[in-house]
């Protein structure tokens, strides 16, 4: 593709390119997004073929956009304990942990991977939201001694059940032994990199964190070199595969007024430890008081979903609102067309019949169990 052909893809320097930019566009890449005040490829052809190629070989994905906050300093590990409810005493250097970033009302700010680099330096891997600028503002009056700031780090998403062969092509037999959620620092050739068994797809993958911004299009180039025996293609993470695996997206699942209790997410949520963090007086009184709305998964009825939902859905119960759709889409291996959703808590429960109001009507719809597919993450924690 020619540069002038590249022009349509311009919303301003304001909105930043990842090192993989030009790759993507040269390896097919025709529709972008911003998170994180960056472009994301979501477009590489049809949203089904690549949920059949992630679930089936592999897929590459710039996830660049999942900007990292470093955090370091004699007080690294007190500070970054204030910022979550996860009791993370027992966090080793090498271990990756999901957490939530809550504020003083038990709110959530984000949901990120925290990568433990080293004992005073710990990364925070960001969904969609400027926790850079909350982090750097608890730190001010903390009386904590840490230096907080954004490297120059650009992940990677390798994701599929054939990412471990070409893993062991990329970097021999030592990539084989490395857990689920840990981490380990790599040089590829030159290439500068931190690999963890982590991913946003439910499936066997890993993520690679450049390093070194000027070694995007290589990087990018030696993978799918490695990975072409192997059938992987470029990619995006697919909508598709995430809602089959209850996997949470900020803005849509959750936002500043979700807390952990409304998603089921009580396992993040350490009320009983010596340690103090933001919110915690807020989720033990929610703790004590219940939860007036919760998170559940439906399978709604009828012709399959062309995409996603690009609003909430109202869901009813008699012609009453009880809730909203947050995540919808068509699973082709289920053959259903399966949400995520939002609910009062009285009408939460398995085998509920409620009723969705789409853009094209009504429909029925029923609460499920979720996730809807692998719910103990047998394929990821392979």
Known sequence: MSKQEQKEFGFGTQIRKSPYFDATVRWGATGFSVYNHMYIPRDFGSPEQNFWNLVNDAILC???????????GPDAAKFVQMLTPRDLSKCAVGQCKYVLITNAEGGILNDPILLRLEENRFWISLADSDILLWAQGVAVHSGLDVQIREPDVSPLQLQGPKSGDIMKALFGDSI????????????????PLIISRTGWSSELGYELYLQDASKGDELWEKIMAAGAPYGLKPGHTSSIRRIEGGMLSYHADMDINTNPYELGLDRLVELDMEA??????????????????????????????TGPNTKFWVLEKDGECVGKV??????????????????????AGLGMNLEVDMPNGKRAATVVERPFFDPNKKLAAA
Request: charged share 30%; glycine share 6%; net charge negative.
């Open 276 to 305: 103090d963090f933001i919110g915690k007086a807020a989720l033990k009184r929610i703790r004590e008081e219940g939860v007036s709305r919760k998170q559940i998964g439906i399978v709604i009825d009828g012709p399959a979903l």
């Open 176 to 191: 084989t032994d490395l857990r689920y959620y840990w981490l380990r620092e790599y040089d590829l050739d030159g290439i």
């Open 62 to 72: 710039d996830v660049a956009v999942e900007r990292q906050v470093e955090i370091t």
């Open 326 to 347: 947050t995540s919808a889409i068509y699973s082709p291996r289920l053959e259903k067309n399966i949400a995520l959703a939002m609910v009062k808590a009285d009408f």
